[in-house]
Structure formats: C-alpha cells, structure tokens
T-cell receptor, first 114, second 114 residues
C-alpha cells in the first residue's frame, strides 16, 4: 500500500564502509529523485532519473552512485563513507520531469557514520 | 541560480493562534511554488501548490498566494492546532528545463502548544 518505500529506515556504519539504500515506488511514476537532508533540516537534491536515465546530477562526490534497474526503483550506493555523509536521505518520485506534478517522498533513511 | 528564503524559526504558537510563515524566492522565468510539510519522523508531504501568478493554493486550512510582484509565497493559517506542529518547507521548480528539480528553503519548525 505504501507509495514510496525506502530500506533501511536507519543505517549506522563506520567510516570507510560501503553501503546501499534502496527505494521503490508503486505509483507508476517515471521520474525518481534522491535528496539529502542535513542536521539543520536543509534539503538538497542529489540525483534524478527519468525512465531509468540520469537527468540531474548535482555536485555530489563520486563516492555516491545511483542505480535505476527499472522505473520503479532507484538505489543509492555510497562508497568509503565519511562522517559528513551522516544525514537523512529521502527518495521521491513524480510523473513527468518537467511538469508541476507533485513529488511523493519516502519516509527517509537516517544514515549515521561513526 | 534559484533560491528560496524562509523566515527564521523556530516558531512557537498557542493553539488557535494565527500563523504566517514568510517565503520569498529568486528564480528565472515563471516557477511553480510549493509548500511541503514534514511531521516528526516522516517524509515530506505536499501541503499546497500554485503554478502561476495570483494563484492561491489551499489545503487543510492553510493558504498561500503566488505574488510575482513581491516574489513571495507566504503560508497562512487562521487558527493552528497542536497537530500542525511540524517542519514547513517552501520550494520552487522553475519553468525552464529543471527536470523536476525542487529548490527548498531552509525549513521552519512550528510548535503549537495547547
């Protein structure tokens, strides 16, 4: 029943590790996004995929690599984790990438790097 | 580039008080404007939107009017409830080739006391 789901909800790991966050949407949307929310609640887009193609790639370290196996999934893999990667990561989806249609957000994944 | 500026928080009100959260923006062209709300421990939900000048978005007693002349989209509610306690984000998507990218303000934490 969940529209946009993310796993895991919490992720605690050590510096230098590699981790992945998964996102799935069952809304039939063709566009998916990853956003990062820092400790001060500031939200910034990281990536966007439209029909499995990368269309937005903000200034994000190349340790972050998104992968979209199909239109319903957008996963985020992070290599060599650093303390500064600690944040809440939100996945979102929408129908169409150049329309005012609503973006639907997942519940977030709280990543803590120790 | 695009930017969104929200009033500094946190905002603390008593139940039934009037709420205003100011939001101003800088953008090229004719952006669409949004207010999203984030309840504790949850992802963002669209609260209301306006896609052209003088449009008024409204939902759950909240309202905001797209003012092109003052580049503003202030959020108002006549009588807040404890359940309105959340973080409120103003956001824009410009009318050009932004591929759905949302630019967010810094968020305003609202706490409503009984």
């Amino acid at each position: 029943d969940t529209a946009v789901s993310q796993t895991p909800k919490y992720l605690v790991t050590q510096m230098g590790n590699d981790k992945s966050i998964k996102c799935e949407q069952n809304l039939g949307h063709d566009t998916m996004y990853w956003y990062k929310q820092d400790s001060k609640k500031f939200l910034k887009i990281m990536f966007s995929y439209n029909n499995k193609e990368l269309i937005i790639n903000e200034t994000v370290p190349n340790r972050f690599s998104p992968k979209s196996p199909d239109k319903a999934h957008l996963n985020l893999h992070i290599n060599s984790l650093e303390l500064g990667d600690s944040a809440v990561y939100f996945c979102a989806s929408s129908q169409g990438s150049n329309t005012p249609h609503e973006q639907y957000f997942g519940p977030g994944t709280r990543l803590t790097v120790t | 580039g695009n930017s969104v500026t929200q009033m500094e928080g946190p905002v603390t009100l008593s139940e039934e008080a009037f709420l205003t959260i100011n939001c101003t923006y800088t953008a090229t062209g004719y952006p669409s404007l949004f207010w999203y709300v984030q309840y504790p421990g949850e992802g963002l939900q669209l609260l209301l939107k306006a896609t052209k000048a003088d449009d008024k978005g409204s939902n759950k007693g909240f309202e905001a009017t797209y003012r092109k002349e003052t580049t503003s989209f202030h959020l108002e509610k006549g009588s807040v409830q404890v359940s309105d306690s959340a973080v409120y984000f103003c956001a824009l998507r410009d009318g050009g080739t932004s591929y759905g990218k949302l630019t967010f303000g810094q968020g305003t934490i609202l706490t409503v006391h009984p």
